[in-house]
C-alpha cells in the first residue's frame, strides 16, 4: 500500500485517462491504495419524511407523493437501543439522521446533540451524524458536544447540481463540509451515481472530493423511487462504471475510505467481492433510509471470506 504522503494531485484528463484504462488494469491501479481492513458502520433513521427540499432522487421530499411513512425525531431510547444492536453486528460507527435541510428543521437541534453523546457512552461505538446544512453555530455545537465525524454528501459535481436540486445550491453543501474540517470533526462526504451524469462529470466529483478531502466517501447507487422524477433511471449507470468510478475516486483520494452505501445491491456479489479487494474499504451495513440493504451476518462473511480484517 502507498503512503497517502505520496497523494498527487490530479487533472481531469489524467482522471479520464485512468478512467479509460483496461478495466482489470484500473482496479490494479486503485488497489495499490488498499489496506486490508474493512470498516463496517450503520445508521438510524431518526427523522423521515417532510422535507422542504426538492432532491429529485429522494423518497423524503415532500414535493413528491412517494406515499413513505413520515414521522417525527425518535426518542433517544430508540436510537440506544438500534445503536447497541448496531454494535452486536460489529459496526464501529453509529450515526443519527435525519430529514431535512438543517437541523433546526423539526427543532430537534438540542435533542440531537443529547443522541449524540449518548452514542459516546456506548463503549466500542463512535459516534457520526447527518443532519442537514449546518451553520457555524451548529458546527460549533457538534465539535463540543464530541461528535467524531459528520456526513454531508456533495451528491453530484458541481456543473450537474442544478438537475438534481433547486432549493439549495452544491456552494451551501460544500460550505457544510469546510465548516466540519474546521472544527476538526471528522468528515464523511460522497455521492450518487446513476443520475445522468457524465462520465466527465464523475471524474468531475472525484476533483472536488479531493479538494474536500474527507476522511470516507459513501457511493451511492441510484435506486429510483417511484413518484420522483427519478423514477425511470434504471439504466443510466451499469456495474463496469460503478467499479471503474470508485477505482478513480480511490485513487484520487487515497487518504480516504470508499464506502458501500445505498444500492450496493445493484451490484452482482461477484462485483462487490471485486470492489472490496481492489478500492473499497468501508460498508454501511443493514438498511438505509428508505431502501433494503443485506444483512449484516451476509457481509461479515463476504469480509471473512477476502481474507479482510473487520476495523
Known amino acids: 500500500m502507498n503512503s497517502i504522503l505520496d497523494k498527487k494531485i490530479y487533472t481531469k484528463e489524467e482522471l479520464l485517462k485512468l478512467y479509460n484504462l483496461p ?14 481492513n474493512v470498516e463496517f458502520c450503520s445508521l438510524i433513521n431518526a427523522r423521515n419524511g417532510k422535507c422542504s427540499q426538492d432532491c429529485k432522487y429522494c423518497a423524503q421530499s415532500s414535493h413528491y407523493c412517494t406515499n413513505i411513512e413520515s414521522y417525527p425525531l425518535v426518542n433517544i431510547e430508540e436510537v440506544k437501543k438500534v ?14 439522521v435525519t ?33 442537514g446544512i449546518l451553520n457555524e453555530e451548529q458546527a460549533k455545537q457538534l465539535a463540543q458536544t464530541g461528535l467524531n465525524r459528520f456526513h454531508h454528501n456533495i451528491n453530484t459535481c458541481e456543473s450537474y447540481y442544478p438537475e438534481i436540486c433547486t432549493t439549495h445550491s452544491w456552494q451551501d453543501r460544500y460550505n457544510t463540509c469546510k465548516l466540519v474540517k474546521k472544527y476538526d470533526m471528522g468528515l464523511c462526504c460522497g455521492v450518487i451515481l446513476g443520475m445522468g451524469e457524465s462520465v466527465e ?45 470508485m477505482a478513480i475516486f480511490k485513487i484520487a483520494n487515497p487518504q480516504a475510505v470508499i464506502r458501500f452505501c445505498g ?24 438498511n438505509y433510509l428508505t431502501t433494503v ?13 477476502l481474507g479482510k480484517n473487520l476495523k
Not at 462529470?201 to 476533483?207: D, S
Open 83 to 96: 445503536a447497541k444492536e448496531a454494535k452486536s453486528n460489529k459496526v464501529s460507527r453509529f450515526a443519527i
Open 293 to 305: 440493504g443485506r444483512e449484516p451476518a451476509e457481509d461479515i462473511k463476504t469480509v471473512e471470506k
Open 201 to 245: 462529470q464523475r471524474v468531475e466529483m472525484a476533483i472536488e472530493l479531493a479538494d474536500i478531502e474527507p476522511d470516507s466517501i459513501p457511493i451511492n447507487i441510484l435506486m429510483p423511487i417511484p413518484e420522483t422524477p427519478f423514477e425511470n433511471y434504471h439504466d443510466k449507470i451499469d456495474e463496469e462504471n460503478v467499479l471503474r468510478t
Open 23 to 36: 478495466l482489470e488494469e484500473l482496479l490494479e491501479k486503485s488497489s495499490q491504495y488498499m489496506s486490508n
Open 263 to 286: 444500492g450496493r445491491m445493484r451490484l452482482s456479489q461477484e462485483n462487490q467481492e471485486l470492489a472490496l479487494k481492489t478500492c473499497v474499504e468501508g460498508i454501511l451495513v443493514g
Open 99 to 131: 430529514s431535512g435541510k438543517t437541523p433546526d428543521e423539526g427543532r430537534d437541534f438540542q435533542i440531537e446533540l443529547d443522541m449524540i453523546k449518548e452514542i459516546n457512552k456506548i463503549e466500542g461505538l463512535t459516534s457520526c451524524a447527518s443532519i
